[in-house]
């Protein structure tokens, strides 16, 4: 496929945004494992642990477990060993990290298990021009992006990118076909923008070169969950050409 991704691979990947594993669950039971992946994240990998990644494998989801390591080489590479170890179907890094660790984390994942996918955050979608000046970054979120994304991919071999969908087709036009773009971001035509600042619809990320969309309120809030998400699978393909 034209941006690395296999056939079995699930191209909408739902947040799994809730304080508990009961909340989780109850969301993952209305999905379909064979459709979507999940992401477990900060709040509800640290009140569940690993025994939630490894429930949720059960049940048939691939996971993405999106706990944004950043420190020391060796104190990542330690935290990214233990993630594949769980079996987890992709992870990731902060880019702003470094080339070092990026190259530790990458190191210690193919150790244990080279099937998982390592990615890298490069400017968060909450964040923009005025929030990178705040950390004394003066180039704009975009050229921010590109510096990172060549250090990532060009550099550390990393296997893509968690990106705003707005940047994507830059990104794709600079990596090629096959680094992995993953957009958080996306809302369906219509929805509200929620605590993100840089949106698109699923169509128009997929048509800029996303490979992954992440999708959390559109779904986990919506009265018919799988409705939501078999809607949003239907324009993804769409976009895809399918």
Do not use: Y
């Amino acid at each position: 496929m034209r941006d690395g991704t296999q056939p079995s691979d699930p191209r909408l990947i739902v947040a799994l945004d809730f304080p508990d594993a009961r909340a989780a669950t109850g969301l993952a039971t209305r999905l379909d494992p064979g459709h979507c992946a999940v992401k477990v994240g900060f709040e509800l990998f640290v009140a569940e642990g690993p025994a939630l990644v490894e429930r949720l494998q059960e049940m048939g989801f691939r996971v993405f477990l999106d706990l944004k390591f950043h420190d020391i080489p060796n104190t990542v590479a330690a935290a990214c060993r233990a993630a594949a170890r769980l079996g987890v179907w992709m992870l990731n890094v902060h880019a702003g990290g470094g080339l070092e660790m990026m190259r530790s984390a990458l190191e210690g994942v193919r150790a244990v298990a080279p099937q998982s996918r390592l990615i890298a955050v490069t400017v968060l979608t909450a964040s923009d021009a005025a929030t990178l000046r705040s950390v004394g970054i003066d180039r704009s979120p975009d050229e921010q992006v590109l510096w990172l994304a060549d250090l990532a991919i060009a550099q550390a071999g990393l296997d893509g990118l968690v990106c705003s969908a707005l940047e994507a087709e830059r990104l794709r036009r600079a990596l090629g076909p096959d680094p992995w773009l993953v957009t958080p971001g996306i809302r369906p035509a219509g929805a509200g923008v929620d605590d993100q600042k840089r949106i698109a619809t699923p169509a128009a990320a997929i048509r800029a070169g996303a490979s992954h969309l992440v999708v959390g309120r559109p779904i986990s809030r919506a009265p018919d969950p799988a409705l939501a998400a078999a809607r949003l699978l239907a324009e993804i393909e769409s976009a895809s050409g399918g």
